[in-house]
Structure formats: C-alpha cells, structure tokens
C-alpha cells in the first residue's frame, strides 16, 4: 500500500508540474527597452533575471494572446521574487482590444510566506490609458492581448522566479491581508484647530523596534478641536478586500470617546467612523468593514458611496470637545492593512 500511495503521488506531481509547464508555455517575455533581461526554462517553471539602471518606471511584462481570454474573470499566478537591490516593484495588468484601445491596473501584491507568493489577480478594475481611445472597462470577448508583470521603479536587480501562471473563469477572492508598510520613507500630513498643537511622524516603537505613525497633540478644553494626521496610501488592487485593519494604542481626552479614521478618495472625498477604535493603552487590532464607514457631512461626493479604487489617504486623528482646561492625547499604529 506504501508503494502503491508512493507511485500515485509521484504521479500526480508530475501531472501537476506538466500542466503548469503547459500553462506556462501558452506566456512569452516581452522585450522592453530600458531593462536587461534574460529567462530560462527549468523544469520548476520559468525563471527571469533582469537589471535596471534608470530610475524611470519600466515593465517587464509577459503576454499571452490564448482564446481563453474571452472568458477570463482572474490571473492565478504562484511566483517568488528575489530581489539584489531596490525596492519592491508592484505588478501591471494591461489588456489591449481589437480595435486599438489599450487598459491597465496597477495592483500591490501580498506580503510573501517563506519567500513565495499564491495570488489570484482579479481582471476587474481596469482602466483606460491616457492615450487609449476605449471609455470604460473592456470586454473581455475583444480583448486580442494580455499582459502581466513587475512595475519596476529605480534602479533594481533580481530574479522572478514563475512557478504556475493561469487565466481562470473564476473570480479568484484573496485570502490574506494586504499589508501596506509604515516606513520612514512614507510623507505624512497634518491638519488640526489652529488652537492645537500636534506633531506627526514616523518613529520606532521602544520594544519591538518596529516602525510606527505616532501623532501627539494638545487641545484646548471647552470647544470642538480636530486633529487630522494622514498617511498616503499606495494604488492598490482592493477587489475582494472587506475592510480595514489597524493594530493601535491611544491616550485620548477625557470627553473623546473614540479615534477618528478617515478613508480619503482622490478627490477629496471623506469616508469616516468615529465609535469603534476607542482608546487602549495596550496595542489592540480592529478590524472596521468598510460598509462602517459614512459619507462625512462636510464633505462631497458624485456617487455617494465609497470607491475602493479611489482610496487615496487614510487619516488616524480625533475630533470632539474635551471639558477639561486641557487635553492631551497620542495615538500609535504600528500596522495597517486591508483584508479579506
């Protein structure tokens, strides 16, 4: 029985390896100008090693041009990525129809678990280029090319190491978070009463030694005051993604009883809760479903609904009246992430 199990599974793996190696076969490299490229095929997938000396944006793309488009709803693609310098690119989706017009997203991929990455890139979401002549989103039936590949910024080396990669008529749903980095590198914003002081900045936590967005303030008792750190947020993919996640602590005013968390759309539009992230001295993670968040009354938008494409910023501050002569408050988040 051993043997017998032994030989099925050795089998069934080789079954498996040659299906992806199919797959694979129905993909090519896009030459681009700019990059040094050079790929392999091996008998684990295909492997891609390129270098980069400009600091202009560059893609490094693979291209299928299979029927199975018409029907393709995902891009499943099972991948590692090892980079010898620069900084973690994004991935491009770009669909070219039969008539010229040209479409594409830029979408952040997951945190890797030991170094490899399972992801299943939804085809919703894209958009005209600025030079295409198409209005909105494709249909797929008349999409004649497909691209997929790294968003390369700076200069960068490393290898993309492709393991499986597969069009889906399934509408592939993520399955862990999609962490967006707080590092020093990130430029924040502070708006707040002009009878507040505060300051914003991006500092290491005394124990874990992990960078945070702390904001510390001071307002006067007896009115309403409003401090408004932001913190930009990268163009993500959110499709599949049900709400927002913050590992935090906070010190508020008495009177305040909870933070203020803002989604910011590009256009200005304010998408708020102020009742469920109430203060812990502890470091506490919440979760808040997007659905929480409310059209803010002072501000305006076209469709009155929060556009998970659009998401600009996000602000981590308060508001509200404190009864005592004088406030003071802190709030730390030491993660940020968006889940499924």
């Known amino acids: 029985m051993r043997a017998g199990f032994g030989t099925i599974t050795l089998v069934m793996a080789f079954a498996i390896l040659c299906a992806s190696q199919d797959l694979l076969s129905k993909w090519h490299v896009v030459p681009a100008a700019g990059l040094n490229v050079s790929w392999k095929q091996t008998k684990d997938g295909l492997v891609i090693s390129f270098t980069k000396s400009g600091k202009e944006r560059r893609l490094l ?27 973690q690119p994004k991935f491009a989706i770009l669909a070219y129809g039969s008539a010229g017009e040209v479409w594409f997203k830029i979408s952040q991929p997951p945190q890797a678990t030991k170094g490899e990455v399972e992801w299943g890139l939804p085809l919703a979401g894209l958009r005209p280029t600025a030079y295409s002549i198409a209005p909105t989103e494709p249909d797929m039936k008349k999409v004649r090319r497909l691209q997929l590949g790294l968003a390369l910024d700076g200069m960068c080396e490393g290898v993309w190491e492709i393991k499986h990669i597969a069009l889906s008529t399934e509408l592939l ?3 862990i978070p ?18 507040a002081k505060a300051k914003t900045e991006i500092v290491k936590d005394g124990q874990d030694e992990k960078w945070c967005w702390k904001t510390e303030f001071v307002i006067p008792g007896g009115r309403h005051m409003y401090i408004l750190p932001s913190i930009p947020m990268p163009d993500v993919d959110l499709t599949g993604y049900k709400g927002l996640q913050l590992s935090y ?3 508020l005013p008495s009177g305040i009883k909870a933070l ?9 539009s304010h998408y708020y809760t102020d009742w469920l992230a109430t203060p812990s001295e502890e470091w506490r993670t919440l979760t808040i479903p ?14 009155n609904q929060l556009d ?3 998401i600009g910023s996000l602000i981590v501050g308060m508001h509200g009246t404190t009864k005592a002569p004088e406030g003071k408050g802190s709030i730390w988040v030491a993660a940020i992430a968006f889940v499924p």
């Not at 299979?66 to 990525?81: G, N, V």
């Not at 203020?260 to 200005?268: A, F, P, S, T």
């Open 308 to 310: 998970l494409d659009q």
């Open 260 to 268: 203020l968390i803002i989604l910011v759309e590009q256009d200005g």
């Open 178 to 195: 999609l962490v967006i980095p707080i590092s020093p590198q990130l430029r924040l914003s502070l708006a707040h009463d002009p009878l």
């Open 61 to 87: 793309l693979l291209e299928t041009t299979t029927a199975d488009i018409a029907k393709a709803k995902s891009i499943s693609l099972h991948y590692r990525l090892k980079l010898v310098k620069g900084e």
């Open 173 to 175: 749903r993520p399955s």
């Open 290 to 303: 997007f659905s929480e968040f409310r059209l803010g009354g002072w501000s305006k938008d076209e469709n």
């Open 249 to 251: 602590r906070a010190t």
